[in-house]
């Protein structure tokens, strides 16, 4: 046999090996950094399990039952493109959703429009996503970061304090807080001062420190976007140095329970917070959900929980209205697609592909030795969102 | 700043430095005694943190907390001493650097462990009973718990410094970090000094840990934190020095602090935000430490180790079957495209294996014949493919160009780092060219105008007719065959000779008038040099380029691939790097815990085959007779 | 004119004199030993004429020309060959791969990167193989071979690059005494048929005595004697400094041959 022939045997041998399997699912691809953000990401893989058991009890959509390929994406851009590659390529996946950190659902962005696959980014905040860096194939659940600040600057502005701190971790999310945040404020209060930054790096706080500059700085007000394993470090430290003592702070995030929970009677009350009181919120939507998470899982559910489960939900919804799988039809139907949430109805913005899910704003309090947010109200993400105009101009031409 | 916070924020200092301290110190006395670079400290040190803070809240109170402190330690010294008996004890023999190997596996088994027994939820300890307030100091409050810490530090260090001078355990140590095979002259048992140093350094590891947990939340990703300051702490001070562990970790830690507590600063034409330097502050000290005191603060020259290990075996041209392999693996690559239509993830998954093979090769180039063991050969990986990327980016160059110029970017940047590594050796110059790296990647992360920041460049994609997946995997078939024949010629060439010569004994070398810095230098640059091509061949692929391709994990993979395949072999880095690329794409798919899964095989190689995987099956070939 | 010359040589480490104004001579074709209890400079001596230490003070000229200070490679380059008190080889190499890196440098190749080594000098190489009598072992790992063995094949490297001058750190140390005359005896006929000066440094008398030219005695960094072999026996300041060694040349005069 000659060499060619050779390679035309195995050929035909590796087809027909991996000839599909019976077309009665719809894959949907996810990736996401399971290993390196556990904390949020444990209870969103959960929500995405308990919509997806909802969704195929129900005979799944189009008469096709879901199904769910998960993927951890080595929190890396690189490794995520290539796991993204793999869905499509060798999973036969209808589209891909998921990622978590900025960099990470900006590169799979881009592998979207390049290789015109719809990808539907859960939950990294970066304005970028949808605006600067948007694309044709791309959507976004998750209020962004401009959102949030957004729905913090009531609290900011009615604080009348003319001497602000910020503290943020130094990577695209926390930068662009504090870019959006300095903008919204300064445009709503001229005279407003900066007086420090603090930029620690991401994981790496040095929260002593931190917390003893921004004191020094004597700051009227504090802005802060730290979270996770830094917020705690940085909220004992300050505590304790008596950083927070007569000084508003307003802060992404930390009513999250992913972030808010390890707290416990450190919480620091008073701050004004985006979050997710869960077992405050009485609306029917989100008492039918927490009781079904509950009874799956024995567990409560965390912000990611809703995250994981309004992604499969978006998706459902997004394939039924599209009648299809195919990549454009799902573009198209995402526009302007609505739906019910655990947080009430919402929709995929048509101008730029953003959802509105809101979020809840709230002050921090301790109740039983554990934090949780009070006199919170839920801030819906269109309210907080710049006009269709607006955005328009913010994307690249050829996203619209 | 005022005068009074400048010294507030010295006094924070201190008790950042005590921490540093904990971490490092072990890892020195460790790296001292046994020259094992144990990667696994850094997750000792987290374990502490976690066994601490189930004391602190399953037992709870003054006994829970501070006595599960002392029995954390003692819990951890206990891990430690099994791991250097069950795991590292097996592999003495092998060739150095590859028990770093094995120490990496743990680190991912340790992670995954503590995922599963403690969750994923970051769990912050109780406040330190009895020392739970704060202290009024020059106006500003200091916490009681951070004056404790910036006293035990130097406390530690004044009993380890005593009982290193006073005891016989302390002075067998003392004379093992000098001259290891004078210990085993004198007829001490070398293994039960092995495994109690490594016990007492995890001991020290678990306890900085333990007393961390009434500052910072018990966390997964303690670990790599921990290693990395642990490695820059040690080297500063000089390896095997304890009183320079304290003194790098008071300097780092000040160096720091006072960047925090610098702030902003608006100079008029530039505002420069100072708490953004404490990203980098480490490495540059480092740098500049290593630049100027070859061997750390207070470290001293190390007599040369002679390895244990059984010595290379002479290269020799690939014989008859093993040309009749490659062509074979070639023919087989080549009938890829083939697949296009109906494995089309194959070709993707080929690129990104080739992409490995260029990456260990030209780490192996350096580290096997050149013996210089760079652990931050990302940085040439990372330049050459932000050089590509930034060039399409800024000048909308063609891609031709673009990854012409990948390695030149790269060569460059190692002519430049490798001018100051190739002046030091053994670990001084790994954790060089580590600082290196991390400088780069901080510069690309920092300087967001031009390299994106940190979320790097996006849409660089191949034109046509490279995007199909089929053409560019030929395309960087064919660059990976170039690169890799290219080393291997200038391995057989007179030049590759040198730079062997240069490391079996640099003395002979220079007597026969041969210049080792110089010759390892230029190895250094074309090393960095071809590792480019992977970078350049990386960014299209990917059709973006963040700073994680620059990152120590990037660089430790290529050690870990280096070290499966066998550092002594010239296949091995192929076969190395081949096989992690696959390794890690197919284990992540297969489970929750893919991290263990990947670290557990990783062990079952280390201990099956402690020379590599080509080395073993070398040896085996040579020893049944099978040609020379 | 001499070969090698050394002028108030001087070296001292901390308060300690090694080396104190030493003066000596090499004339072509000279088998010069320096000899001296331990502690007397030898090796400070020689390390400095081979480039490994710089000297504090004084001149080393090598046909006139100083090279105090230079780098070992650049001493080697005008024609200084040398040899260990350990010998060893470049352990991942063969045998003949040893010497063809030794003619390699010396022919101003290092650099290059594309001729395969194999192919380079083999012929030379086998050749100085041959006069150390070697040649056997040309294509097996160096790192197999007996001390002894490496021995010759670091005299076979030194005479790579055609020296003017040897300079030969105790080359018979660590060997037994019938390898060591068969080893000196070798050295002896090659510089003789090349017409090359050796300086060396010998602990053991009787190979000093017998095959040596001239010897100059080196105590506390002085050179306190300078003759051939019976000037130097019956010298009164070389028994005095022999004295307290043990080691009295009565006795080694009766091993003499």
């Known amino acids: ?400 | 700043m005022t005068f009074s916070a400048f010294l507030f924020q010295a006094l924070n200092g201190l008790s950042t430095a005590s921490g540093l301290f904990f971490i490092a110190v072990g890892l020195s006395l460790i790296f001292g005694v046994t020259r094992i670079i144990n990667i696994a400290h850094g997750s000792l040190y987290m374990l502490g943190t976690y066994i601490a803070y189930s004391f602190a809240t399953k037992i709870g109170g003054v006994f829970g907390f501070w006595g599960g402190i002392v029995a954390t330690a003692l819990i951890v010294g206990v891990i430690g001493a099994l791991i250097e008996i069950l795991l590292l004890r097996r592999i003495y023999r092998a060739p150095e650097l590859f028990q770093l190997l094995a120490t990496f596996a743990l680190v991912l088994v340790f992670n995954d462990m503590a995922l599963w027994i403690w969750g994923p939820e970051d769990l912050l300890g109780p406040r330190a009973p009895g020392l739970r307030g704060s202290i009024e100091v020059l106006g500003r409050r200091l916490p009681e718990y951070d004056l404790f810490l910036a006293l035990i530090g130097p406390a530690v260090l004044l009993i380890l410094h005593f009982a290193l001078a006073k005891t016989r355990f302390g002075r067998l140590i003392r004379a093992a970090t000098q001259d290891r095979e004078m210990v085993g002259a004198l007829g001490v048992n070398q293994a039960i000094l092995f495994t109690s140093v490594f016990a007492l350094g995890a001991a020290l590891a678990g306890l900085g840990g333990a007393l961390q947990v009434a500052r910072e939340p018990a966390n997964l990703a303690t670990d790599l934190v921990a290693i990395g300051d642990a490695f820059v702490v040690v080297v500063v001070g000089g390896m095997g020095s304890i009183s320079g562990a304290y003194l790098a970790a008071v300097i780092i830690a000040e160096v720091k602090a006072l960047c925090i507590g610098i702030g902003v600063v608006d100079f008029g034409f530039i505002t420069v935000n100072f708490s953004k330097f404490t990203l980098v502050a480490e490495f540059l000290v480092m740098a500049a430490v290593l630049i100027a005191r070859p061997y750390g603060l207070l470290g001293k020259p190390q007599g040369a180790v002679r390895s244990i290990a059984e010595p290379e075996e002479p290269i020799r041209p690939a014989t008859p079957m093993l040309k009749m392999l490659a062509v074979i693996v070639l023919a087989g690559l080549m009938g890829l495209p083939l697949l296009a239509q109906t494995q089309p993830y194959l070709l993707i998954l080929g690129i990104d294996v080739l992409i490995a093979v260029i990456f260990a090769t030209s780490l192996h180039f350096i580290m096997g014949p050149g013996g210089m063991h760079s652990f931050g050969h990302a940085a040439y990986f990372g330049l050459g493919a932000y050089g590509a990327a930034l060039l399409v980016k800024w000048l909308a160059v063609p891609m031709g160009i673009a990854i012409a110029a990948a390695p030149l970017v790269a060569l460059a940047g190692a002519l430049l780092f490798g001018w100051f590594a190739v002046r030091l050796s053994g670990v001084y110059l790994a954790m060089l060219t580590l600082a290196f790296a991390q400088i780069v990647w901080a510069a690309v992360f920092q300087w967001e105008g031009f390299t994106g920041g940190s979320n790097g460049v996006i849409g660089v994609w191949p034109p046509p007719p490279f995007d199909k997946a089929w053409v560019y995997f030929v395309l960087t078939l064919l660059l990976t065959v170039i690169a890799v024949l290219l080393l291997r010629r200038f391995l057989f060439a007179p030049f590759g000779y040198a730079m062997r010569a240069g490391r079996d004994s640099p003395l002979r070398a220079e007597a026969i008038g041969i210049d080792v810095k110089r010759v390892h230098w230029l190895a250094f640059a074309i090393a960095g040099g071809i590792c480019g091509i992977g970078g350049g061949l990386f960014a299209f692929a990917k059709g973006s380029i963040s700073p994680e391709t620059i990152s120590v994990g990037r660089s430790i993979d290529g050690l870990v691939m280096v070290l499966l395949g066998g550092i002594q072999t010239l296949t091995g880095p192929i076969v190395g790097g081949s096989l992690y690329a696959i390794l890690q794409d197919t284990v992540m798919r297969q489970t929750e815990y893919w991290r263990a899964l990947l670290g557990i095989i990783i062990l079952v190689l280390v201990l099956a085959f402690p020379q590599g995987i080509v080395g073993a099956f070398a040896a085996l070939w040579r020893k049944r007779g099978g040609g020379p | 004119m001499s070969v090698l010359e050394l002028r108030k040589l001087s070296k001292a480490f901390g308060g300690v004199r090694a080396v104190n104004e030493v003066d000596f001579a090499i004339q072509p074709g000279e088998f010069l030993a320096m000899i001296g209890p331990n502690g007397a400079g030898k090796s400070t001596c020689f390390n400095m004429i081979n480039g490994q230490l710089p000297p504090d003070s004084g001149e080393i000229l090598l046909d006139g020309q100083n090279i105090a200070g230079l780098a070992p490679r650049a001493i080697w380059r005008r024609g200084v060959g040398r040899t260990f008190q350990v010998a060893a080889t470049f352990s991942s190499m063969t045998v003949i791969e040893n010497v063809q890196m030794a003619l390699l440098s010396h022919s101003g190749q290092t650099y290059k990167l594309w001729r395969p080594v194999a192919a380079m000098h083999r012929a030379r190489a086998l050749d100085l193989l041959g006069q150390v009598g070697m040649q056997d072992a040309a294509d097996r790992p160096s790192r197999e071979l007996a001390y002894g063995d490496v021995k010759r094949i670091e005299l076979a490297i030194a005479l790579a690059n055609e020296p003017k001058l040897l300079l030969m750190d105790e080359p018979t140390a660590g060997m037994g005494a019938r390898e060591r005359n068969g080893l000196i005896e070798l050295v002896k006929r090659l510089v003789v048929e090349r017409g090359i000066s050796v300086l060396f440094t010998e602990h053991s008398m009787d190979v000093v005595f017998a095959y040596a030219d001239r010897i100059i005695v080196l105590a506390r960094g002085r050179v306190i004697a300078d003759g051939n072999a019976g000037d130097i026996r019956d010298n009164a300041k070389v028994q005095e400094v022999y004295f307290g060694t043990g080691k009295t040349f009565a006795e080694q005069h009766g091993v003499t041959p």
Request: aromatic share 10%.
């Open chain 1, 1 to 400: 046999m000659s060499t060619r022939h050779l390679y035309l045997a195995l050929a035909v041998a590796v087809g027909l090996a991996s000839q599909a399997s019976a077309q009665d699912t719809i894959k949907i691809g996810e990736l996401n950094s399971y290993k390196t953000q556990s904390a949020f990401l444990d209870p969103y893989k959960k929500g995405m399990e308990l919509a997806l058991d909802e969704i195929n009890s129900k005979g799944g959509v189009l008469g096709k039952k879901l199904e769910l390929v998960v993927r951890d994406d080595g929190t890396n851009p690189g490794e995520a493109v290539r796991v993204a590659e793999e869905l499509v390529t060798r999973e036969g996946v209808v589209m891909i959703a998921g990622t978590f950190l900025s960099h990470i659902g900006l590169a799979v962005t881009n592998f979207a429009a390049q290789k015109k696959v719809f990808f539907l980014a859960a939950e990294p905040l970066t304005d970028k996503i949808t605006w600067q860096n948007g694309n044709r194939y791309t959507y976004r659940l998750r209020a962004t970061t401009y959102m949030q600040t957004a729905m913090l600057m009531p609290a900011a502005i009615a604080a009348k304090k003319k001497r602000w701190a910020l503290v943020y971790p130094n990577f695209e999310y926390g930068q662009s807080a504090a870019e959006n945040f300095k903008t919204l404020l300064k445009k709503a209060q001229p005279d407003v001062e900066f007086v420090t930054e603090q930029a620690p790096p991401l994981g790496k706080i040095d929260a002593g420190a931190v917390a003893q500059a921004i004191d020094d700085a004597k700051p009227d007000a504090i802005f802060n976007v730290l979270f996770g394993g830094d917020l705690a470090k940085f909220v004992r430290e300050g505590n304790t140095r008596g950083v927070f003592k007569d000084r508003p702070v307003v802060s992404l995030l930390s009513g999250e329970p992913e972030y808010l929970d390890p707290l416990k009677d450190e919480t620091p009350v008073g701050w004004v917070v985006t979050g997710y009181p869960w077992d405050k919120i009485k609306t029917p939507a989100h008492t039918a959900f927490v009781d079904a998470y509950q009874k799956k899982f024995s567990d409560y559910p965390r912000l990611g929980s809703v995250v994981g489960y309004v992604t499969i939900k978006s998706i459902a919804a997004g394939i039924a209205k599209a009648k299809s799988t195919e990549t454009e039809k799902l573009v198209e139907a995402f526009a302007g697609l609505q739906l019910d949430s655990p947080f009430g109805p919402f929709s995929y913005r048509a101008s730029d592909h953003q959802a509105t899910m809101g979020a809840y704003v709230g002050k921090l309090a301790l109740e039983g030795g554990k934090g949780t947010m009070v006199d919170f109200k839920y801030v819906d993400g269109k309210d907080v969102l710049p006009s269709d105009a607006d955005v328009k101009k913010l994307r690249p031409a050829e996203a619209n």
